[in-house]
């Protein structure tokens, strides 16, 4: 088979002689390769460049362990991510590649060492075999993106609720149909309507779905939850960031877990945000519970977990993290954190957690549908009441529920379950 390849390499350097010959040789198996050899480029060259890539089958970059300080090698990278082309490392010399991985968020990705015409024909055949495989992850890249964007063009046309953190509430009840209390109060469950930043209600925890890497969504990312999050935790002043708080605190607290990838299941908590951030002041969250629900592909992308144990999982182990952050009285970062001892200030006037809000497991990435997913998190939400209702602090359990219909939807199935009984509505 023959691809459509990009080679992406830091120019100004001896590289360029190398880039060149690895063009050569792919040209003469009858590839149709690009390779920028200019050192200078006005708009229509930068646009011309971003165009190719947009039609590329695969990019090749060529790492030594100074490319992360290529701009453009950096944002030719970056590109290929957004519009689903799948990247190749190559490694052009014998040094841990890692550190260039990462920078490239490429970490979870299988690189190639450089081959040559004179190398033998195991390692060229292993070298052309990853192009192969690489063709063929961008294809269904872009398969994929075509079906969100058929599915984001019928979202459009769907009514967004009117924001509403109690459209629908029930009260949580136990097998002999009496409801669990934390002391006097019941234990509720409401469906939060609407755009969860719209709501202008107080709530301790945001769950976040999140990758097997706990590589936050970019910002840009529209209407995914990790990337609201993570910029409504941010640091910004002037327009301009500071920092971003909730990745790296993320980071930090991975690393101090023993690294990447993370089991399927496990669930990280943080702050919520920089001190000064939106999350913070505006809506007074107090952490995040980062839950991996979804994996990373060697090839690029991501894949949701979405079978109903997992999602019910996925619950269990939220408001089990719930238990464990109490018991350390707040303190949910290691000690090289910069809030460490801001946060261990506070331990003797922490408040039990009471309120967390949950997304609805495998409805973006995973592509099921609302109904689909209500049981099965519903189910861990009484398995764990029905085990650890002792222990539990959580009175207010709200379901974060984006449009009109869902809502509808929602309630309907809600409705029906003997663990709930409808207390009141907001209609």
């Keep these: 088979m023959t691809h459509k390849l990009f080679i992406s390499y830091k120019r100004r350097t001896p590289l360029g002689r190398t880039a060149e010959q690895l063009a050569e040789y792919l ?27 947009l039609e590329s089958d695969v990019l090749l970059v060529l790492m030594e362990p100074t490319t992360p300080e290529s701009i453009w090698v950096r944002r030719e990278v970056d590109f290929a991510h957004g519009c689903g082309v799948t990247v190749l490392p190559v490694r052009l010399s014998e040094f841990d590649a890692q550190e260039v991985l990462d920078a490239f968020d490429l970490a979870r990705t299988n690189y190639r060492d450089y081959i040559s015409r004179d190398d033998n024909s195991a390692e060229r055949q292993a070298f052309l075999s ?7 992850s961008t294809k269904e890249n872009r398969i994929d993106r ?34 669990y209390t934390v002391g006097a109060t019941a234990c509720k469950l409401h469906v939060a309507a609407g755009n969860f930043t719209d709501l202008k209600h107080d709530i301790d925890v945001y769950v976040n779905s999140e990758n097997d890497y706990m590589q936050m969504a970019r910002f840009f990312e529209p209407r995914r939850v ?16 500071k920092e971003d708080t909730v990745q790296n605190e993320l980071s930090l607290k991975v690393d101090h877990m023993g690294g990447r990838p993370l089991p399927s299941g496990t669930v990280v908590s943080t702050i919520a945000g ?38 019910s999982e996925f619950v269990i182990n939220c408001l089990e993290e719930v ?46 549908k609302s109904d689909q997913v209500i049981e099965p998190m519903i189910d861990g939400l009484q398995a764990y009441f029905h085990h650890n209702h002792t222990y539990n602090t959580v009175t207010d359990i709200y379901l974060s529920v984006y449009f009109e219909e869902d809502v509808q939807m929602i309630k309907n199935h809600l409705d029906n379950m003997s663990q709930l009984r409808l207390l009141a509505t907001s209609d």
């Design 323 to 368: 238990q464990i952050v109490n018991d350390s009285e707040g303190v949910v970062m290691p000690g090289n954190s910069p809030y460490y001892e801001s946060i261990d200030a506070q331990r003797e006037h922490y408040d039990a957690i009471n309120s967390i809000l949950f997304p609805l497991f495998g409805t973006g990435h995973g592509g099921l």
């Design 226 to 241: 990790s990337a609201i999050l993570r910029k409504l935790g941010t640091h910004i002043e002037f327009r301009r960031l």
């Design 27 to 53: 040209e003469s198996l009858g590839h149709d390769v690009f390779i920028d050899v200019e050192t200078e480029g006005g708009a229509e060259w930068n646009k011309a460049i971003y165009n190719t890539i």
């Design 274 to 311: 920089h001190p000064n951030s939106k999350l913070i002041q505006r809506h007074k969250a107090r952490y995040i519970f980062h839950v991996v629900s979804t994996k990373a592909r060697e090839t690029g992308g991501i894949q949701a977990i979405t079978s109903s144990d997992r999602i």
């Design 130 to 136: 990853s192009i192969d495989a690489c063709a063929e």
């Design 146 to 179: 075509l079906e969100k964007l058929e599915t984001q063009i019928k979202s459009e046309e769907r009514v967004v609720a009117t924001p509403d953190p109690h459209r629908y509430s029930y009260e949580i009840m136990a097998r002999d149909q009496t409801p």
